[in-house]
């Protein structure tokens, strides 16, 4: 199984901050990599696919990429509403693996 | 809109069984590929099974032999029959849609306790 490993593990920062949280892969997975958002009490919600693909209704404000093995998920500036915990997932290869989440805290 | 709701959570004893449902809307299920993902208290997301639009499906390991994903396309329905629950089972199950490589909707959830 392809191991995902997400870092860090939890990020302090404010409002108006500009954060990145980063996911390397084990092996290569083309571009096969998708950010989820996540926050209590609710279902994990598509940001990002495809390593840098917005999904339809995030703001511009979340983007991706990708250097070999590593993604970079950066909310270039934060909002209230983006406190929450972050997950990456491969859909390169069966089965489909998610990071260990990055939690980000006021 | 497009909605996804689970059912068939609750309580059942370690080597018991349960069948969770994911009832969709809004969309043409049988184009789609679909997946359970479920979520451990405090913990992470851990994908337990896929089934795609002919019918396929596939499982990691720690749930092969125990748990089936089937799916009724003229119900709009899917379902995870799981047998010998273990305590480790335990979590919160979503049912997802996949689009191209992605889980682009999910919903929101249904939670499985494995205790005697």
């Known amino acids: 199984d392809i191991q995902m490993t997400q870092s860090p593990s939890s990020l302090s920062a404010s409002v108006g901050d500009r954060v990145t949280i980063t996911c390397r892969a084990s092996?290569?997975?083309?571009?096969?990599l998708n950010w989820y958002q996540q926050k209590p009490g609710n279902a994990p919600k598509l940001l990002i696919y495809?390593?840098?693909s917005l999904q339809s209704g995030v703001p511009s404000r979340f983007s991706g990429s990708e250097s070999g093995t590593d993604f970079t998920l950066t909310i270039s500036s934060l909002q209230p509403e983006d406190f929450a915990t972050y997950y990456c997932?491969?859909?390169?290869?069966?089965?489909?693996?998610f990071g260990q989440g990055t939690k980000l805290e006021i | 809109e497009v909605q996804l709701v689970e059912s068939g959570g609750g309580l059942v004893q370690p080597g018991g069984s349960l069948r969770l449902s994911c009832a969709a809307s809004?969309?043409?299920?049988?184009?789609?590929?679909m997946h359970w993902v479920r979520q451990t208290p405090g913990k992470g997301l851990e994908w337990v099974s896929g089934?795609?639009?002919?019918?396929?499906?596939y499982y990691p390991d720690s749930v092969k032999g125990r748990f089936t994903i089937s799916r009724e396309n003229a119900e709009n329905s899917l379902y995870l029959q799981m047998n010998s629950l273990r305590a480790g089972d335990t979590a919160v199950y979503y049912c997802?849609?996949?689009?191209?490589?992605?889980?682009?909707?999910w919903g929101e959830g249904t939670t499985v306790t494995v205790s005697s």
């Open positions: 997932q491969q859909s390169y290869s069966n089965p489909p693996t």
């Open positions: 997802a849609r996949e689009i191209w490589d992605y889980m682009d909707v």
């Open positions: 089934i795609g639009t002919a019918g396929d499906t």
């Open positions: 495809t390593a840098s």
């Open positions: 092996q290569s997975i083309s571009r096969s």
């Open positions: 809004g969309f043409t299920f049988s184009n789609y590929d």
